[in-house]
C-alpha cells in the first residue's frame, strides 16, 4: 500500500539576547567551563524569584512579526512539569493556552517548489541543561551552563510530506530568524534544534495516522536524514499489518536508525498550571509598533531585490543567509557605482573570510576589477588575503597585484605559452575552440593571474588564426 507522510515540526530557536530568560547569566556560554555560567536562580533553588527578560520579549513579537503570526495582547508563563536530569528544577517554565505568538506562516522554494507551512504557535520559555555521554564509560556527565537560556519554540502544522520538504523548510526557517537578527542560528552550538513529528496514512485516508515524534536534531542533514528513514521504518510496520506506536524517538547518527525512548507524553502528563513566580504579561500597541519599525529586511525582500539585479538564485541563498555577506552586498550596492553581478560573485568565492572584509575592502577591489586593473583571480586573492593587519589597498601595494594590461608584457606572455603547447595550437586551428580556454588558461597562470583576460583573449587569437 501506498502511504502519505505528514510531518510536522517544533523548531527550538535560541533567542539573541545578552543574559537568560529569568536571570542575569550570560547566555552565551560557548568558551565557559562546565557549570561556570549559572546561578540560584538558573538552579531553581528554594527562595529566589525569576525575573522576564524584556529583550527576549521584544525578540519574540519580532520573530512573530517576521512570521507573518499574530502578538498576544495578554500572555501567560506555564510551569511544565517533569523529571529529567539536566532539570535542575524538576519543571520547566513555558507557556501552555496563551503563547506570545499565534499563528503565521513560512513560504518555501525549493528547486522550482512553491508551498507554504502553516504554523501554530511561536511561545518563550527556557532551555534545560545538556547531557554529555562520555565514550566507554557507564555514566553520563551535566552542564547547566545552558539552563535557562531563552528559547522561541516554533510549531508547524503538518503541512510537510517529505524529508526534502522538511529540509527546505528549515534551511527557510534558519535563514529567516538570522536575517531579522532573532538568533544567531548557529546550529554547531544547538541555537536551533529540532522535534520531528512524522505519520503515516494510506493515500486514500483523510485521518492523520499514528506519530511518533523524533527529539533533539541539530542539523539540516540529521533531520532529512532520520525522517527518510523513520518513514521508512512505518511503512514497514504498516506493510506487516501492525500499528505504529506513539511514542517518541531518538535519532542515532552512527548507525543510521531512529530508535524508541520512552512513550509519548500528552500535554495533561507535564501537569501544567500558570507560573505562580510570574506576573501575566500585557503587550502594548504601542511596543509591537515600536518593534515593527526596527524590523530589518526579510529575506522574501531581499530576494526581489536580488533577482531584479540578476544575481543567480544559488548565490543569493548564500548571501541572505550570511548576515555579515548580506550587509557587505547591499551596502555597496546602496553606495552605487559597481556591477551587483560581480559584488556578488566576489563575496560568494570569498565566503570564509567574509568577517575580516570590511566594506572599504570590498569597494576597492570591486572598482579597481571593473577598471581592468586587477583580474577576477587576483581580486579573489586579495579578498581572501584581508585581515586586522592589512586591508585590500595595502596587499594591492606591497605584492605588485595591479593587472597587467600592457600589450608588450602580454604578448612575451603569449609567445612563450604558446612555444611550450604547440598541440593545443593546431587543434585550434583544427577547429576545436576549447583549446583557446586552456592556452588563455595556461598564460593567466604563467601571469599569476595579474594578465587582463579580455586582452590576452585577443592577443591569443590573432597570433594563432
Known amino acids: 500500500m501506498k502511504y502519505e507522510p505528514s510531518i510536522g515540526i517544533e523548531t527550538h530557536v535560541q533567542l539573541k539576547t545578552l543574559s537568560k530568560l529569568f536571570c542575569s547569566c550570560d547566555n552565551d556560554s560557548r568558551t565557559a567551563k562546565p557549570n561556570t555560567n549559572i546561578c540560584p536562580i ?5 527562595g529566589v524569584l525569576p525575573v522576564l527578560n524584556q529583550q527576549a520579549v521584544i525578540l519574540a513579537i519580532k520573530a512573530g512579526i517576521a512570521l507573518g503570526g499574530k502578538i498576544a495582547k495578554f500572555t501567560k508563563f506555564d510551569r511544565k512539569n517533569y523529571f529529567y536530569p539536566d532539570l535542575p528544577k524538576g519543571y520547566q517554565i513555558s507557556q501552555y493556552d496563551q503563547p506570545i505568538v499565534t499563528g503565521g506562516e513560512v513560504k518555501v522554494n525549493t528547486e522550482g517548489e512553491d508551498f507554504t507551512v502553516r504554523l501554530v504557535r511561536s511561545h518563550l520559555e527556557e532551555d534545560a541543561g545538556k547531557l554529555i555521554h ?4 557507564d555514566y553520563s556527565l551535566l552542564d547547566l551552563n545552558r539552563a535557562g537560556t531563552p528559547l ?28 531579522a537578527e532573532i538568533s544567531d542560528g548557529d546550529l554547531y552550538q544547538g541555537h536551533m ?10 493515500i486514500s485516508s483523510k485521518q492523520l495516522g499514528t506519530r511518533t515524534e523524533i527529539k533533539n536534531l541539530n542539523s539540516f542533514k540529521s533531520v532529512e536524514k532520520a525522517i527518510a528513514v523513520e518513514i521508512e521504518r512505518q511503512t514497514i510496520v ?8 506513539q511514542e517518541t524517538r531518538g535519532w542515532d547518527e552512527t548507525k543510521n536508525q531512529t530508535f524508541s525512548m520512552r512513550g509519548k507524553e500528552e500535554a495533561h502528563d507535564y501537569r501544567y498550571f500558570p507560573e505562580p513566580d510570574l506576573p501575566p504579561l500585557a503587550i502594548a500597541k504601542e511596543l509591537i ?26 548565490i543569493i541563498a548564500i548571501i541572505i543567509k550570511n548576515p555579515h555577506l548580506k550587509t557587505l552586498y547591499f551596502e555597496a550596492i546602496d553606495i552605487g557605482g559597481v ?14 573570510n567574509a568577517k575580516n572584509i570590511s566594506l572599504q575592502d570590498l569597494l576597492t577591489v570591486t572598482k579597481k576589477l571593473e ?21 585590500a589597498q595595502q596587499i594591492i601595494d606591497q605584492s605588485n597585484l595591479q593587472q597587467i594590461s600592457d600589450s608588450s608584457q602580454l604578448e612575451t606572455i603569449v609567445d612563450k605559452v604558446l612555444k611550450e603547447n604547440p598541440k593545443s595550437v593546431n587543434d585550434y586551428r583544427a577547429g576545436k575552440k576549447q583549446a583557446l580556454g586552456f592556452l588563455v588558461g595556461q598564460a593567466m597562470k604563467l601571469s599569476q593571474g595579474q594578465a587582463n583576460p579580455r586582452l590576452l583573449n585577443e592577443i591569443i587569437i590573432k597570433k594563432i588564426s
Open 42 to 46: 538558573c538552579l531553581g533553588l528554594p
Open 134 to 137: 562520555p565514550d566507554n564509560v
Open 152 to 179: 522561541l519554540e516554533i510549531v508547524s502544522e503538518p503541512d510537510l510530506h517529505s524529508a526534502k520538504q522538511a529540509k527546505a523548510f528549515i534551511k527557510e526557517l534558519h535563514t529567516l530568524v538570522r536575517t
Open 193 to 202: 534544534r529540532f522535534d520531528i513529528n512524522v505519520s503515516l496514512k494510506p
Open 238 to 245: 504498516l506493510d506487516a499489518g501492525k500499528k505504529v506506536i
Open 289 to 314: 509598533d515600536q518593534v515593527i519599525t526596527t524590523m530589518p529586511a526579510l529575506p522574501s525582500l531581499l530576494r526581489e531585490q536580488m533577482v531584479a539585479h540578476k544575481i543567480a538564485e544559488k
Open 339 to 352: 556591477q551587483p553581478e560581480k559584488i556578488a560573485s566576489l563575496l560568494v568565492d570569498c565566503a570564509s
Open 371 to 391: 577598471q581592468s586593473e586587477l583580474s577576477y583571480t587576483v581580486a579573489k586573492q586579495i579578498l581572501n588575503q584581508v585581515n586586522q593587519k592589512q586591508n
